[in-house]
């Protein structure tokens, strides 16, 4: 059965500091990966979404940047947070019709 | 611009009566509607599905509305349980368009109280 795994749980970085946040998928290849961010107020939020190995599209102009260096590997990156990226990140895979998602990292910027 | 809608915020239930969750949507293309119950500090998790060529699907105490001529979808949850406390979102997409990428609504925290 497909299993996806997302890490840390918890973060708490300063502002301007980096962030490098992992997805991995097992079970499964060539899947569609995303990243969506939970903030306030705002429900789901697609960020980023990848069809394959260094394919990356990005859903909204942001601090954040995505990688996929392999087939089943996601990850959310930044060069210098920001007090706004504070959310709840959360990685996920498309089967046939339906997401699956990770656990969801809660990052805190202060 | 919002293409799913889920415009309460919250609702709260008594246990063992109907709760009923609203979900509007804007694009006419979405074909495939899903909702996911979230509990705080982990990820959501599928809960039921229905696609546009369906107006009901059932699945136990769960049930899914759709009126394509509205754009709404509805879930009803009969009858309701304190475990059911959740946020729940709706979602949906276009099948096999773009990336098939799901979009979905701030969500609905729902209280089911004792």
């Known amino acids: 059965s497909q299993t996806i795994h997302q890490w840390p749980a918890t973060l708490v970085q300063p502002v301007g500091s980096p962030l490098s946040l992992e997805c991995t998928v097992e079970g499964t290849s060539n899947p569609n990966l995303y990243w969506y961010r939970q903030a306030a107020g705002r429900g789901l939020q697609l960020l980023f979404y990848?069809?394959?190995?260094?394919?990356i599209s990005s859903e909204v102009p942001q601090n954040l940047s995505a990688s996929r260096p392999q087939d089943r590997q996601f990850i959310l990156s930044s060069k210098k947070l920001l007090l706004s990226d504070s959310g709840f990140y959360l990685c996920?895979?498309?089967?046939?019709?339906?997401?699956?998602f990770g656990q969801g990292t809660r990052l805190t910027v202060v | 611009d919002q293409q799913v809608k889920q415009n309460s915020p919250s609702l709260s239930v008594q246990e063992g009566r109907i709760s009923i969750l609203n979900c509007d949507y804007t694009n006419s293309m979405f074909d495939y509607f899903l909702w996911y119950k979230k509990y705080p500090a982990e990820g959501p998790t599928f809960l039921i599905s229905?696609?546009?060529?369906?107006d009901k699907n059932e699945d136990g105490r769960f049930t899914v509305f759709l009126n394509k001529s509205a754009k709404h979808l509805s879930l009803h949850i009969v009858p309701s349980q304190p475990g059911d406390s959740a946020v729940y979102f709706c979602a949906a997409s276009v099948y096999g368009g773009s990336q098939g990428n799901l979009i979905f609504g701030k969500g609905t925290k729902l209280s089911v109280k004792p």
């Open positions: 229905i696609s546009s060529i369906k």
């Open positions: 996920a895979w498309r089967g046939r019709m339906r997401a699956f």
């Open positions: 990848s069809v394959g190995i260094g394919q």
